[in-house]
C-alpha cells in the first residue's frame, strides 16, 4: 500500500533581486563565479531566459552535476536541521505554513549552469521542504555562457 500526501507546492519564477547576496557575500559560490566569469550584469542579462525544471533530490539536473545542491539526508541534517536557529527558523516557519494550509506558493531555488556544470545559487530550505515531504521541487534553471574566464595554470 501506497500514502499519497495532499500538501501541493506551487512554484513559481523568483526574483533575481532579492538574492543579491547570494552573489556577492556567499564565499562557497565565488569559485564558480570566478571559474565560469559570472558577472552580476551577465547574470542579470540571461535570468529571464531561465526556465522552471523539476530537480528530484539527487546531485544533477538531467545529468549536470549541481555543485552546493546538498541533496542527501544527511545533508539535510548538517546544513539544515542542526543549522543556527535563524537559518533553520525560516525553513519551520515554511513547513508549518505548508502543513497549516496545506498548500504554498513559493518562488522556485535558483540552479545557474555554465557548460557542464551547474550551482545552487539559492532556495536550498524551499528545495528541502519539498524533498522531505516527497515532492519533486521546481528550479529557475538559468543558463549562461561559460566564459571560461579562470586563469589557467601554466605547465
Not at 501506497?2 to 556567499?26: G, K, N
Not at 565565488?30 to 547574470?43: D, K, N, R
Not at 549541481?66 to 543549522?83: C, E, G, M, N, P
Request: hydrophobic share 40%; net charge neutral.
Amino acid at each position: 500500500m501506497r500514502s499519497v500526501s495532499a500538501l501541493v507546492i506551487d512554484w513559481i519564477q523568483p526574483e533575481l533581486a532579492t538574492e543579491e547576496w547570494e552573489f556577492f557575500q556567499h564565499p562557497a559560490k565565488q569559485p564558480f563565479y570566478l571559474h565560469h566569469g559570472i558577472t552580476w550584469e551577465a547574470l542579470a542579462a540571461a535570468f529571464p531566459g531561465g526556465r522552471l525544471v523539476p530537480y528530484p533530490r539527487g546531485g544533477d539536473i538531467g545529468g549536470v552535476p549541481v555543485a552546493l545542491s546538498y541533496h542527501t539526508f544527511d545533508d539535510y541534517r548538517r546544513y539544515l536541521a542542526k543549522a543556527k536557529r535563524g537559518y533553520r527558523l525560516n525553513y519551520n516557519k515554511l513547513e508549518e505554513a505548508l502543513q497549516h494550509a496545506g498548500e504554498l506558493r513559493l518562488p522556485a531555488a535558483i540552479v545557474l549552469q555554465a557548460g557542464n556544470e551547474a550551482l545552487l545559487f539559492s532556495g536550498y530550505r524551499r528545495l528541502c521542504l519539498a524533498w522531505n515531504y516527497g515532492m519533486t521541487p521546481f528550479v529557475w534553471l538559468v543558463p549562461l555562457p561559460d566564459t571560461g574566464s579562470a586563469p589557467t595554470v601554466c605547465q
